[in-house]
């Protein structure tokens, strides 16, 4: 992998993660609202509130494991450096 590669693509990962992450909180709120309006319990671990924080971690996560790998790769010394 090449190093541009892969901080663009540890960059790209970590922004998806917070975008879905914000999106949590709005996905909470139409729940709760839906709820209200249809007199049902309110259910947290509904498919859209859930896996979506979840799913926004675990992308920031990669993110910067795929940026600490590519950061350490090009610190690592070659045969060349001597």
Do not use: C, W
Not at 28 to 43: C, H, K, P, T, W
Not at 71 to 78: E, L, S
């Amino acid at each position: 992998m090449s190093k541009t590669l892969g901080v663009a693509g540890g960059t790209v990962l970590i922004l998806v993660g917070l975008f879905l992450l914000v999106m949590v909180p709005f996905n909470l709120s139409a729940q709760m609202d839906r709820v209200d309006r249809e007199g049902l319990g309110g259910n947290i671990f509904a498919p859209d509130v859930l896996p979506l924080g979840g799913l926004g971690l675990l992308a920031i996560v990669i993110g910067v494991a795929v940026l600490t790998y590519t950061h350490r790769r090009g610190q690592r010394p070659t045969a060349a450096d001597g």
